[in-house]
């Protein structure tokens, strides 16, 4: 990057929000993705819209790359700079602008936690429905960029299902505002649907208005023990076909349970083939319904053990054994790949059966956790040495037979995660040329230079 362009970008944000010697840079290399790394030319760190969209007209009128990041998080590779260019970290817009119980909704800047806006909307109890893995330091911004999901979709959707308006700032500079403060506007077309999940490739997010629920009185949370996936998968069906939707589906395959017990101590049943975390809230009466109707479903389907969780120390401990299950299993080698997929409710068990074909084929350890009640599966792969790189390279042939099955039983390669540059090379497959080109011509609309986070969706 040239010099006056680094000139100009310390004098849009001052000298104190502006990085680029090599220890400023390492940390901006990679996000939580692993095998992808790539180093930025500079980093700066804006304070308002205003410096955005100057840093963005500056990048534009130069050809240099931008990359926006909130805190890394993102398990794609969406914030790898691939070509070099300015991470435009959005960590210092990092206020609640507004909670607003009459209207349900929030008004945030994008460098605010998941965590941090759920907790403020409990204190004035209201829900923040999203709930990533990583909500203590995922932002607003990167789980807005991403469409993150989490361990309550089943019930209440995505974050696109939340995102009211945007304030948003195109690669060109202007700064425009999409939808609003209604739960109704249908006026055009809906870019605030487009910009949710565009993965910062066609406008910079500086402000979201986000629809707020009124906060469940009470929640309930318990586990059923299963001798293999297969069963479990029929308890699965079992309970969506009694007319339940739980707020709470998960499940943990026999690899991440003994992963997670032998991590947190929590006392899980390490002799069972899979575990089934069950949960719902709402009114009381309603929870102990919905409750008792799941637990008799995972009996009636053959459960080993079925258990409630009486006391909320307890719900909380069951819903750690999901929360932890990733750095449960990056104990077991230096490098672990997680990935999603998703395939059609039913097909679960069958998901999870090819995917133990295909690493027992590529001779890597894959385990497998994931959202049995909307089909979204985690396989992750966990490998002792990262310089061992022949078993690098039969993970990654594994994952691409992986996101073929998925294709295959009706699914896609990406459930909550996102394409990033991790999934890219398998988004033409996924939809096909036709609307990988439609996509290239939507990118061309935004950002003509072609300068906000290339080599990702667009390009």
Not at 119 to 131: F, V
Not at 272 to 299: K, T
Not at 310 to 323: D, G, K, N, P, V
Not at 327 to 336: D, E, I, M, N, V
Request: hydrophobic content about 45%; some cysteine; glycine content about 10%.
């Amino acid at each position: 990057m040239q010099a006056p362009v680094r000139a100009a970008l310390k004098s849009i944000v001052g000298d104190a929000h502006y990085r680029d010697t090599d220890g400023d840079l390492v940390p901006f290399s990679r996000d939580a993705t692993p095998l992808f790394s790539a180093r930025p030319d500079a980093v700066v760190f804006p304070a308002d819209t205003h410096e955005v969209a100057a840093v963005l007209k500056l990048a534009t009128r130069h050809a240099v790359p931008v990359i926006p990041r909130g805190a890394g998080s993102n398990l794609c590779a969406a914030t790898v700079a691939l070509r070099g260019g300015i991470v435009l970290a959005l960590t210092r817009l990092d206020r609640i602008l507004e909670i607003a119980p009459p209207e349900l909704l929030a008004r945030v800047q994008p460098g605010v936690t998941s965590t941090a806006l759920a907790d403020a909307a409990t204190r004035e109890d209201l829900l923040w429905a999203p709930d990533p893995g990583s909500r203590a330091v995922a932002t607003i911004g990167g789980t807005i960029a991403t469409n993150a999901g989490g361990l309550r979709g089943l019930k209440y959707g995505v974050t696109r299902d939340y995102v009211l308006g945007l304030e948003a700032v195109l690669p060109t500079g202007e700064i425009i505002r999409t939808g609003g403060r209604l739960h109704k506007d249908v006026a055009g077309y809906d870019l605030t649907r487009l910009l949710t999940g565009s993965e910062g490739t066609l406008a910079v997010i500086t402000e979201a208005t986000l629809a707020l629920r009124p906060a469940p009185r009470t929640s309930g949370t318990g586990v059923a023990y299963f001798s293999d996936l297969a069963t479990a998968g029929r308890a699965v069906a079992a309970i969506i076909s009694d007319g339940v939707l739980p707020a709470t589906l998960e499940f943990l395959d026999r690899s991440c349970v003994r992963a997670v017990e032998e991590f947190a101590g929590l006392g899980l049943r390490t002799d069972a083939g899979a575990l089934l975390l069950f949960g719902d809230d709402g009114e009381p009466d309603s929870v102990a319904r919905v409750m008792a109707r799941m637990s008799d479903a995972c009996s009636a389907q053959g459960a080993l053990e079925v258990t409630t969780a009486a006391r909320i120390a307890e719900a909380e401990a069951l819903l750690a054994a999901r929360r932890c299950a990733l750095p449960a299993l990056s104990r077991l080698g230096s490098l672990t790949i997680l990935e999603d997929a998703t395939v059609p409710r039913p097909r679960i068990a069958e998901m999870v059966e090819r995917i133990d074909r295909i690493a027992e084929r590529h001779d890597v350890t894959i385990a497998t956790f994931g959202h049995a009640g909307d089909g979204n599966l985690h396989p992750t792969c966990v490998i002792e040495s990262r310089e061992d790189t022949e078993s690098v390279a039969r993970a990654e042939h594994a994952f691409g037979e992986i996101f073929s099955a998925a294709m295959e039983l009706g699914g896609t390669i990406t459930g909550e995660h996102g394409v990033g540059a991790a999934k890219f090379p398998y988004l033409s497959a996924q939809l096909g040329s036709d609307q990988v080109s439609l996509l290239r011509r939507v990118k061309d609309a935004f950002d003509p230079a072609g300068i906000l986070n290339p080599g990702k969706l667009g390009s």
